[in-house]
């Protein structure tokens, strides 16, 4: 199994509404990402756990709050957002730094709509 | 500061015919290049990669050429196809990081 899988695939929500993003993979990967990406341009790094722990926040807003309950589920708690952030959201998994890491497994995408 | 610069930002080839995106990087501690490949509504796969020690990779169509000196890297896809149309990224990463820089992606069009 080398899928990641995001639900869900398509996601419309006002600003004042409290979503969840989830991701899941099977893989043993110990390390899970969340990235944004708008329209024509490349993905930008949001958030990194490794080992179920939170090691890398990019200075993302506090209305996005990642989760990993264990090593194969990743949540990302969208509340209060702002029609700018309107992107297709990706989860993505690889194997921890400190070990050969080089495959960064992408999952599908939420297309997120804020109106 | 872009770390990563890709070019062209658009690229319009026939069928068969060699498509060519290149890219070149800044910072001397990369040492993994992979080369990702998005379509429309879907997540980026991972097309091909390279480390520094080679000078050349090919998986198929798929060629990476790689010149250190010059810090530049490029993807050569022979023969393409109208199934190859889709936005190519090129990427960078540190040794033992876990972080990929992304170049600004290429927009292929492979007319039939």
């Known amino acids: 199994d080398t899928e990641v899988t995001q639900t869900p695939k398509h996601l419309v929500m006002g600003m004042t509404n409290k979503k969840s993003l989830k991701c899941e993979q099977h893989m043993g990967h110990r390390a899970m990402y969340w990235y944004k990406q708008k329209a024509k341009k490349p993905p930008e790094l949001m958030f990194v756990y490794s080992y179920e722990k939170l090691s890398i926040n990019e200075s993302v807003p506090s209305r996005f709050s990642p989760e990993c309950p264990n090593s194969s589920l990743l949540n990302l708690h969208l509340h209060a957002l702002q029609p700018e952030d309107s992107a297709l959201y990706l989860c993505?998994?690889?194997?921890?730094?400190?070990?050969?890491?080089?495959?960064?497994?992408f999952g599908s995408g939420t297309q997120l709509s804020v109106l | 500061q872009q770390q990563v610069k890709q070019s062209p930002q658009s690229l319009i080839v026939q069928k068969g015919g060699i498509s060519i995106i290149n890219c070149a990087y800044e910072?001397?501690?990369?040492?993994?290049f992979p080369w990702y490949q998005q379509f429309p509504g879907k997540g980026p796969a991972l097309l091909i990669a390279i480390r520094p020690d080679v000078s050349e990779k090919k998986e198929g169509r798929f060629t990476i050429s790689f010149n250190k000196s010059a810090k530049q890297f490029s993807l050569h896809i022979m023969d393409s196809q109208p199934g190859d149309s889709a936005t190519y990224f090129c990427a960078a990463m540190e040794n033992a990081g876990n972080m990929l820089t992304f170049g600004g992606g290429t927009r292929l069009m492979v007319k039939p």
């Open positions: 910072n001397t501690a990369f040492d993994y």
């Open positions: 993505a998994s690889s194997r921890p730094p400190g070990q050969p890491n080089e495959k960064l497994f």
